[in-house]
């Protein structure tokens, strides 16, 4: 047994994944009944959930408390690609929407819905998170707050001596370890994961909006393959391919499957080790970007407010296409980490065409309809670009300096 499992583990972590995926999907076909597969998949996005925020604040914290006067980090260029992305991947909804307008056929939402009544309900919300309380912040999994806290004791432990700096940072290691025990467990909790999938929802929900989930999915693709690459290009100068195509690889895979960004903060963290990124600058970007880099998240609100729009006949210019844009690039930064997060800002990016509320809630409830799909590939596209575009400001800062701008193979 042990001679198989050190074979096992052996085998690239994506076959692996990909072999639990393909053994899921048989077994909830062959399988049905068998309920309990699923608690594979419980088990495993509970364990990455459990772990995921208390090693955000120490990862955090250790690297602020290292961080020396004068010492580079590069996070406004992180920070910048991240306010570029999300803006373009709404600014491509919008245009897409506008090519291939969708009519809903709008059901009843859920009574319990308690969507943001406006931009400045989302500010607001930001900043009360940004001031949590530690302890509730990390017990509800509130990583804005985790970050705000994690950075305010990490700047308090830069005047601490060595020997506690270290103490931190050998916690913030161990935590590491235990997210790659975690880790080495995917296959199986993605096995649990895609089971629990087909035989709760299945695919006919889908099948009446899927010109919907098509335009969705198209453009996080575009996103994707197009516009990200175009963005990393324009900032390191050379093929980007190689680069995005590993972060979807060994970022989004995951991703999709856990449906949640800041689950998937771990994984990141992995893969940008293995690229030999810094790791004063992603132990702050990657938990950042599971917060605000939310390009998924703009489509999502983007593309269903307009597919509002189209359904009740509203005429838009291009002026407030343009603040469309921009309104669901702000409100996709604000929007939960965790599965279904950018739906409930869907009434707000309504209210900026006069929609009603009771109507943008009916958009609301056909989101959480294709939701099994949409917000898998949002997850995938948010989470995979946090690591992408780490790794594109390392490249072009060393670039600039004169260095290496080769990434490690891994």
């Given at each position: ?36 597969i699923a608690l594979f ?326 989101g959480f309809i294709i ?40």
């Amino acid at each position: 047994m042990y001679a198989w499992l050190v074979k096992w583990n052996q085998i690239s972590l994506v076959k692996r994944i990909l072999a639990g995926l393909v053994l899921g999907i048989l077994l909830a076909l062959a399988l049905p009944g068998a309920t309990g597969i699923a608690l594979f998949g419980t088990l495993f996005v509970g364990a990455l959930k459990g772990v995921a925020p208390i090693l955000v604040l120490f990862l955090v914290a250790a690297a602020v408390s290292r961080h020396r006067q004068g010492q580079k980090t590069n996070m406004k260029s992180i920070i910048a690609l991240y306010a570029i992305g999300t803006f373009s991947a709404g600014l491509t909804a919008v245009l897409a929407s506008f090519a291939f307008p969708v009519i809903l056929s709008l059901v009843s939402a859920s009574e319990e819905l308690s969507p943001p009544q406006g931009i400045v309900e989302v500010l607001r919300t930001l900043l009360l998170n940004i001031v949590d309380n530690p302890v509730s912040a990390l017990m509800n999994a509130n990583y804005i707050g985790i970050l705000a806290w994690a950075i305010v004791l990490g700047a308090a432990l830069r005047h601490a001596k060595d020997g506690t700096k270290e103490v931190i940072e050998n916690v913030s290691d161990a935590l590491t370890r235990i997210v790659g025990w975690v880790i080495s467990f995917a296959p199986i909790g993605i096995l649990g994961l895609v089971f629990d999938s087909i035989t709760t929802n299945g695919i006919s929900s889908l099948q009446t909006y899927g010109m919907l989930l098509a335009i969705l999915v198209g453009c996080m693709l575009f996103i994707a393959l197009v516009v990200n690459p175009l963005i990393v290009y324009v900032k390191i100068r050379s093929n980007p391919y190689p680069l995005v195509l590993r972060c979807l690889r060994e970022s989004g895979i995951t991703a999709f499957f856990t449906r949640s960004s800041a689950a998937n903060i771990p994984v990141n963290m992995r893969l940008c080790e293995k690229l030999g990124l810094d790791k004063e600058t992603y132990s702050v970007s990657v938990p950042l970007g599971a917060t605000i880099n939310m390009a998924g998240a703009a489509v999502t609100i983007s593309v269903l407010t307009l597919a509002a729009v189209h359904t009740l006949n509203i005429q838009v210019d291009f002026g407030t296409a343009l603040l469309l844009s921009v309104l669901s690039a702000v409100a996709a930064a604000g929007a939960s980490g965790v599965a279904g997060g950018s739906l409930l800002l869907i009434p707000m990016a309504c209210s900026l065409f006069g929609i009603p509320n009771e109507i943008a809630i009916q958009v609301v409830g056909v989101g959480f309809i294709i939701g099994v799909v949409q917000d898998s590939c949002e997850t995938a596209l948010n989470s995979s670009s946090d690591v992408l575009f780490t790794a594109a400001a390392d490249q072009a800062l060393k670039r600039k300096e004169g260095g290496s701008t080769v990434l490690k193979n891994g």
